[in-house]
């Protein structure tokens, strides 16, 4: 190759060398401006959208300012507040649905059981000594002690929602019997009666469900003790008896009683309820917060039921006062043609005073019962339902010149 080719050639090298070097260098330059330029760009928070901007004029829409929301912390795992439910209250038909009692406002295991027609029945207590403890008490659903002659009190207890295995002993029936059956749609059970109130009994509205003792279900204890404290009775059979007429069916309600595990505000302390029956017998009622009951106590010993061993107690204790006035038409103890003791009629209907413990409060109430198949039933002040504890009811039934009979304590002694 001649000499000047050569020499040509090395130039066009040389010349494509330097031009390479130099586009290396402007590559290089470039990408360190592009990283100094990336480190002074401002942070941009994230914007929300929103829809209060307004346009400023015809063609532009003036940009919110930058909204800075913090970022939640996050603890592990969720925690959860536990959300207490509404306390159960129940003031009218439709709200006992089809497992509660109506009665006591409890939920029943087995709803079978409250198509079943109540039960109430006649049980002694005098004298103390061959009638307590009773059979049957303390499974009763609601219970009324009232006077009969004199100031000797007696029991109609009315079965629903339990089954007890006996009840007893059961006596005689009174006029007040001609109001609680019709009041609960129930069936009666008693020994019998003096001629004035048998008649009315079978004359009565219910006089097809009175289980008479000629009836499957009654029994004599064979006890050593009089005669007429020894007639017992099994309910699951009465009920057979009921179910053989063919009246053994749900109870038709004319209205409804009302019940609330809150309790009401406006009462006063009442640890002790003492009820004295004149010269006969004192009952007193002592509230045990653990069970939220009131026990009860007759003549100053624990009152039990015979069935259980377990003393008597109630969710509620109701002093009722009503008008009490001797029919002098109805003998109930005679003795050489002269009448010893006119029968007690019990003016339970209508309206009147009555005194409510549940809780360990008592309460200023107005019982109502205007019909005679309603429900006795409890008011406040303004006429609305009061309502019980859920729970079973005992009713003190006392004269209206009982006032000083009965007093309330705040503390046990």
């Not at 003031?91 to 039960?119: K, M, Y």
């Not at 009131?294 to 259980?308: I, P, Q």
């Not at 019990?346 to 005073?353: F, K």
Request: net charge neutral.
């Amino acid at each position: 190759m001649r000499p000047r080719c050569v020499i040509q050639m090395l130039k066009i090298a040389i010349v494509i060398s330097l031009s390479l070097m130099a586009i290396l260098m402007t590559i290089t330059a470039c990408r360190r401006d592009n990283q100094q330029d990336d480190q002074n760009l401002p942070t941009l928070a994230p914007t929300v959208a929103t829809t209060s901007s307004v346009p400023t004029d015809a063609g532009s829409m003036s940009r919110p300012p930058a909204t800075f929301t913090p970022v939640p912390t996050v603890t592990p795992g969720p925690t959860f507040t536990a959300v207490p439910l509404p306390p159960t209250a129940m003031a009218f038909a439709g709200q006992f649905g089809v497992d509660r009692n109506r009665l006591t406002g409890e939920l029943i295991s087995d709803p079978s059981l409250l198509e079943r027609r109540p039960i109430a029945v006649k049980i002694s207590n005098a004298p103390a000594k061959y009638t307590r403890p009773q059979s049957g008490l303390g499974q009763a659903d609601l219970v009324f002690e009232h006077v009969t002659e004199g100031s000797i009190t007696r029991f109609t207890a009315v079965l629903y929602g339990q089954t007890p295995l006996k009840v007893g002993p059961i006596r005689s029936a009174r006029l007040i019997d001609l109001e609680l059956p019709a009041m609960y749609d129930a069936a009666l059970a008693y020994s019998g009666s003096s001629i004035g109130v048998s008649r009315r009994l079978f004359d009565s509205d219910f006089s097809d469900r009175i289980l008479r003792t000629n009836v499957a279900g009654y029994y004599r204890t064979g006890e050593n003790k009089p005669y007429e404290h020894t007639l017992y009775a099994r309910p699951e059979q009465l009920w057979q008896v009921l179910d053989g007429r063919g009246l053994n069916q749900a109870p038709q309600f004319n209205s409804a009683m009302s019940f609330s595990e809150m309790a009401p505000s406006g009462g006063q302390a009442a640890a002790t309820l003492t009820v004295r029956y004149r010269k006969f017998t004192t009952v007193q009622w002592r509230y045990d917060p653990v069970s939220v009951r009131y026990k009860r106590w007759a003549d100053g010993v624990e009152h039990l039921d015979a069935n259980s061993g377990v003393q008597i107690s109630a969710a509620n204790v109701v002093v009722l006062l009503a008008p009490h006035r001797l029919d002098d038409t109805i003998c109930e103890y005679q003795s050489g043609g002269r009448c010893l003791a006119h029968s007690m009629e019990i003016q339970l209907w209508g309206s009147g005073q009555a005194l409510l413990l549940r809780g360990g409060q008592a309460y200023d109430v107005t019982w109502s019962r205007p019909l005679r198949h309603d429900l006795l039933t409890l008011l406040d002040g303004a006429g609305q339902p009061f309502p019980l504890q859920i729970g079973n009811t005992w009713f003190q039934v006392m004269p209206l010149d009982y006032l000083d009979s009965y007093f309330i304590e705040a503390g046990q002694k």
